[in-house]
Structures are given as C-alpha cells and as structure tokens.
C-alpha cells in the first residue's frame, strides 16, 4: 500500500515566497551592516528548521551570483554599489513618481509599488535597476532619509469607529486612516490637520492624528488657513512672543540718537502701496554745494529691537518672511514692530539703518557711507500720487487717487525732489540693461474684494515709473552693501542673494515655444541671450501672449536663493547682490544689517557654517511662502470664476498636454482646462514637437497660442481647479454675448 504523500514537506512556507527578493529588500534596507540567517528568519517572522534551511541556502545562491557579500563565516550584507542614489521624490498626480539625482543626467521613475511610503518632496535613497519588460531605467524607494513634511491637509470622512482623511494635494497617492480616539473635535465632513503617525507595513494606508480642525471646506478663512496650513505656514503668533514684542521699549532716546548720524532735517518722504502698513524703506534728498546729490536709502532698524537668541528672535527667524495672501498679510514680526516701531511713518522720529550715497548728475556714484542713523519721514505718497507729479510735473494731488480722500498740494521742495530722484533712477536703469539686466515687468493679477471677502473683479498692478524709482535705488543699496563686504581684500562670511545662469534646455524649449507666435531669440552667447530676452519681453506687451511668455521666460530663469558664496545675480547684472531693504519682511535682511554692523564695528568674520544653515531655511521658507501666495490667487480666481458659470470667455491656449488643453482667460487671467475626453467631435491625439492636439478624423488642431471660446464647466474650490468646454476658435465660433 502506497503511503500518503506528506503535503506539508515539500510545501513552500508562503510567509517566505520570493525569498531572494525579500532577503535583498533586508540587506538593502541597512545596505552596510551584515546578517546572518537567523536575524534574517528573525526579520520574516519564521523560525520553523525548513525556512531556516531554505534561508542559509539561499543566501550563498545569492553570493556565488555576487549579488550580496559573505563578509564572514555564516555572515552576508549587500554591497552599496553604483546603483544606489540619494534624491528628491517629485510625485506626480497618477501614483507614480520621479526621483531627481544629481549625478544621472535623467529623472528616475519610480512605480507606486515601489515607494514603499515615501510621499512627494521627501528625501529618499533608491535602487536604480533596468526594467526587464520595458527596458527602462526604474528605481525602489530603499529608505526614507528625511520627510519634507509630516503634516497634510485634507477632509475627513468620518465612519462609526475610525476616519479616512482625503488628502487635498493631488500629489497624494493614499488617505490617511484615523483611529477614533485620534479624532479630536473634528466633524464629518470638516477641512482637517493630519500628522502622519506611522505606516506599518501590512497596512493599505498611513494612521494619522487630527492635530486641528480648520473648518467647512469652501468657507473663506478655512480656506485660507488650509492654504497657510499646507505648507506649514503659521497665522498668528504665539502668546508669550505678542507679550515679548510688546514689552520692547520702542521710545526714541536721546542716548541712542547720540550713537548714530543724526539725519532728521535732511527731506525725507516715503513711496509705497496706497494699502502698505510697513514702511521700511524711504529715501533722503539733498542738493550739495558741488551741483552733486546726496540720497539717503533709510531702511527700518529692526536689529535695533530684535536681538539674537530671544523668543522673538527665533519666531521671526522660524517664519523667515512676511506672507501675501491675495486676502491678509501674515507678517514676520508682530504688529507692535511691522506696522509701530520699525515701519518710517510720516511726521514720526524713527531708528534707521542707511546707505548714503553721493550722486552725481549721470547716476554715477562719488561716496558713499553705511551706518546707524535716526530719520524723520516729511511725507508719505502713494505709488499714484508719485506717478501723478512724475506724469504731469505739477504739486496738486487731485481727490480720486490722494490717500487723504482729498486734493491737496505736495511741497515744491519734495516734489522736485521725486522729479530728480526719477530722472537719476532712469539713467541707473540704462545702464543696468546695457550691462545685460533682464527687464520682467510682469502682470500682477489682483481683486477687488467686498466686506465677506468675495471677489467682485479683476485687475492688473502694472509697474510704472513711480515704482521703477523705489526699485532702482533699493537695487542701488543693495548691490553696494554687498560689494562692500565682498570685495574687502579678507574674506567675511555674508549673506548674498544669488541667481545663477539660466539653464540652456529651458531657454531652447522658450525659443520653440516663442517662434510659434512669430518671435525669435538668440542664443549664441550671454549678451545676446540678455538681449534678445528683453526685446521679446518689450514685443509682446499688450499682446494676447504677454502673460503667457511673461510665465515661461521667469520659469527658464534659474531659482534666486540666498548663500555665503557670492555669484552675483544674473537676472540684474549684478556681480555682487545682497537683500538689505526690507528687514521688517524677510529674515535675510535682518542678517545683512546685523553682519554690516558687526563688520563696521572691525569684528573678525562670522561662522559660514552658520549663516549657511539659515540661507538654506530662509530660501525654503521664501519658496512655501511664494507656493502659498500663488495658491491663495488661484484659489480666488476659481472663486471669481464660480459666479461667472454662464459666461463665455475668450482665452489663449497656454499649455498642452496629453489629457488636456490649458486655457487662460486673457480678460482676467484665469487659467483652466479642456479636458481631451470633453472634446467630443473627434478623438485628439497630443503631438509633443508641435505643441498640439490633432483630431484623428477631421485633423482639426488646437495649438499652443490659439485663440479660443471657453465657458466653465466645473469650479473646483477644495481643488482650486477651473475646468472649461471649449467651444470654438475665435475665427470659427460666434459668441452668443
């Protein structure tokens, strides 16, 4: 009689299939440290003699492949070899993601299944194989080496005894699992807080605690806070750094004004937004006996009472920058300081630290002095009070633009004053475009807003002359304080703004992209590059286009960031730059002065590595801010566009893709899409080279620049997404208003 076979011998213990790939994954995971058979059976959670067996085997397979390294008797570790990177996770909105390493000259793809719970932004090391279908060069998230973020925003759904928050960014591959006692306060439906607790590995999304509740989605200030939220941007300070700011003695004393260069009966006014609440820059003028003028740049003394190693100290340097929702501002510094003590009100003595130069009638500087000083403000003028008396020569400031809600007459002496300041800033202005600066007057776009913050329209804040004179002579300090730090024959540790090069595949993608609207460039060397960017610039002002090559022509530019290795600023022609005008919103400017003093006071030079650290967290904290300030404008556009569903609007096609056409708005600058799957007279095929989509049937194309009909179909507020049908090119539809 035939025994029974034994099932269960030869039966592969399902705890440990595909052992080589597993027993890779844990070598990998501590790629350098070595294991043997019992802490890998340890690692699987087996422990029965068949899988040990079966591991120690393994293992020497996987040695004599030399896919792994005996490094002694019974012990094995993966050797780290040229196919491990260390990159940044940029994720797209399908699932699957890229990893952007220095050193391969191509982004690294990386299949969902192989994220291993690495989210978009993270730092990560991966595995680069060659996919063997595809032939492709893929990669495997092998270790989380630092999270961007750990908080996210989203909506909860909420269930008997647990909660799924759905992530808002689209960026986001899974929802949060929330446990019920992690909740909080927070009701169905509530636009919510998550911190990110844990992700164990058997389960299908990451656990979460509700850290705040913010709100209904689609109410104003949840929305705004979501987006302040989002990227770790703070709304209001805490308790005891209010208490700190307020306790501050802001009082003038005789004592301090005797250690400064006292410049309170020099004229002195102040140009700014007709809404600014923080003046933290006006300008000084004076003619000299020698025909030349002395002008005074006078920035806000905020070092004065902001003092290293303090509560306030280390709030303002945490936020880094004031923040310009399209609503509210969310300042750096308590209001006591941004919109008190530090900000040069007119008729008001204030603590100031100037850059003085002497200049003669070309613009040219003779002398120039930097230091404390104590300024009193003459007069305060909005930018269109300014531009009247530039525009028309005369004193009287008519009712429909004073900010004294009535006409009035400037001083002769202040409004000779701005005459001469703007002819100076002109000629400062020539000569930066012939040494090769780079002219982006882009269009702001910005609301009209009621009581309950509803956007009743749009407008665009051009630049004019007005703003062009604050400009120069901002960018006149700034580039003088740096030089005079950069070029002392010992190298000093400082804080410089930097901006490299542009990179020479997104200027050859510009060009592609300019020629199909009939423009060129030229991109035979730097000069020519300068050159030929401002006459495209300057040629498509008032065009349908404007917006559209305005965005493409900044996103070739490479990021400005701030650093202690000076290389100059590209985009102004500067070989030395440095951010020293507004320390009321941005940290690096505090820095500047502190260093200036110091350096003025003969002390020896800073520590690099330290200023370096806080160069790094000021560039990431201008760039959440920056993401913010944008999200905060798109947010309102779809809401402006919500109240005009039925309309129908003419549009430029400003990008496209293979699911879709982007459409922005030229009378508001609204931006949508026309999804390919909506357009259902043929079926659209995308074609890369020619920026295009062409109907397969009736070769109907819609291209980059067309001129387009469009009504909205879908406005998304949680998403801040705008979705239009298209209905017709300019020359073929026939609008119905």
Known sequence: MRKPKNRNKNKRNTKIGDLSKKIIAILREDAGKSYNYKQIASKLGVDDPSSRNQITKKLSQLAAKKEITQVDRGKFKIQKGSNYYTGILDMSTRGYGFVIVNELADDVMIPQHALNTAFHGDEVEIYVYQHRRRKKTEGEVIKIVQRKKTNFIGTLQLKKEFGFVVIDDPKMYTDFFVQKNRIGDAQDGDKVVVELDDWPKKADSPFGIITKSLGRPGEHHTEMHSILAQYGLPYEFPEEVEQYANNIDTSISSEEIKKRRDMRDVLTFTIDPKDAKDFDDALSFKKLENGNFEIGIHIADVSHYLKPNTILDEEAYERATSVYLVDRVVPMLPEILSNGACSLRPLEEKYTFSAVFEIDKKATVKNQWFGRTVTYSDARFAYEEAQHIIETKEQSIPKEISIKDEAYTVDKEIANAILELNDLAKKMRSERMREGAISFDKIEVKFHLDED?????????????????????????????????????????????????????????????????????????????????????????????????????????????????????????????????????????????????????????????????????????????????????????????????????????????????????????????????????????????????????????????????????????????????????????????
């Open 453 to 737: 913050n509803e956007p009743t329209g749009v407008f665009f804040k051009t630049s004019k002359d007005a703003n062009k004179l604050i400009e120069e002579f901002m960018l006149l300090a700034n580039r003088k304080v740096a030089e005079f730090i950069g070029k002392q024959d010992t190298k000093k540790t400082f804080v410089y703004r930097c901006h490299d090069e542009p990179d020479d595949e997104k200027l050859a993608s510009l060009q592609t992209v300019v020629s199909r609207f009939g423009h060129k460039l030229n991109l035979t060397d730097r000069k020519s590059v300068t050159s030929s960017l401002n006459s495209l610039l300057k040629d498509v002002q008032g065009k349908k286009e404007q917006n559209l090559v305005d965005t493409l022509a900044i996103r070739t530019m490479s990021k400005a960031y701030y650093g202690t290795q000076n290389i100059g600023h590209y985009g102004l022609a500067f070989d030395y730059y440095t951010h020293f005008t507004s320390p009321i919103r941005r940290y690096p400017d505090v820095m500047v002065h502190r260093l200036l003093q110091h350096y003025l006071d003969n002390g020896a030079s800073a520590s690099e590595e330290t200023y370096d650290e806080k160069c790094h967290h000021s560039s990431e904290m201008e760039s959440l801010a920056t993401n913010a300030e944008r999200d905060s404008i798109k947010y309102m556009q779809v809401k402006y566009m919500q109240n005009h569903q039925n309309e129908e609007f003419l549009g430029v096609i400003s990008g496209v893709t293979d699911w879709g056409i982007f459409i922005e708005i030229q009378k508001n600058k609204c931006e949508g899409m026309v999804r390919l799957r909506d357009l259902q007279d043929d079926h659209y095929e995308f074609d890369e080279e020619l920026y295009a989509v062409i109907g397969k049937k009736h070769k109907k194309v819609y291209q980059l620049g067309d001129e387009v009909f469009v009504k909205v179909k879908n406005a998304d507020l949680a998403k801040k997404h705008l979705d239009f049908f298209l209905l017709g090119k300019q020359e073929e539809y026939q609008p119905t208003h």
